[in-house]
């Protein structure tokens, strides 16, 4: 009785020993604080993270593989809190990774109500929670670059930026050193600041820069998401410049779109998720990476920009992210 007892006792361990390696496989969230195809920042999130999740997923056997899960919680600001919190209610992720200025904010409360979830924030800082890592991409340096090239190409010095909504890192960095690049390329430019309200309503994008093409504003950088499709037909429409920011927008309105400055999200994305799959995100640190690191590019080499770019803009700017790359100019 005594060894069928040993038997079923060893035989319950190994079936139990087993559920517990295979519920251990590691987990991943990807939060998306809006729409993926209305922002290529969020394509490129998702695309980095699924990268480096395949490629750990190639490397180990099947009953270790990585889950990996996308929620994209929509344009309305105010349902990104309670989203993600009850994505981390949920207490099976390792890991929620997003990419956006305000979560740290957002996230800081679910880890009090959840305190083994663990975050990694991109486009964000946040310093000294155990529980967070956070990239910022330099957003001084991209700024600055693409007011730079907006105040070398106006010919009436009236540049404007449409944003979707105000937010700290549009108050306290991308508009004031949009404004600085364009001042420093051309002291006599003047600078307008126009909010669409939302992430989405093209019509109104629209609306807006007709209104600054009639004030004479000859060159527009919109961060406004969807809106930012109708800054783009007004633009071609009027016959005026556009800037473009985070990604590669040059084929949108070839001939009207006259610079590209990247966050290579896909690539950082990647390179988090690794970290955090290998063991070693750096925990309660924030990182900012820019055109030194290789994770801001402000694009030379399109079609559309050499032939949309005279020669001596295109080399006043060759010589402008050689000096921030050096470290020659620190833009800050």
Known sequence: MKK????LLSFALLILTGCSKKSDNKKIAVFVP???DDSPSYQMLVEGVTNAVEEYNAKISDDEKVELFVMEAGTNQAEWGPKITALAAEMKYDLIISSNPSLPDLVEPVIQSFPNQKFILLDATKEGNQNIHTVCYNQYESAYLTGYIAGLMSKSHKIALIAAQEYPVMNNIIYPFFEKG???ADSS?????????????ATKGAEIADALYKKGVDVILPICGGASQGVINSAVNNGIYI?????NGFSKAPGTIISSCTMEQVAIAEKVTSEFLEGKTPWGTAEMVGVKEGYVTFIDDDPNYLSTVPK???NIMEALVIKIKSGDLIIQ
């Open 312 to 314: 001596n803009v295109q």
């Open 189 to 201: 430019s003047s600078m307008d600041f126009r909010v669409v309200g939302n992430w989405y309503d």
């Open 4 to 7: 069928i007892t040993l038997v």
């Open 34 to 36: 809006g729409i993926c």
């Open 182 to 184: 364009a001042l420093a």
């Open 243 to 247: 800037t473009w920011f985070d990604n």
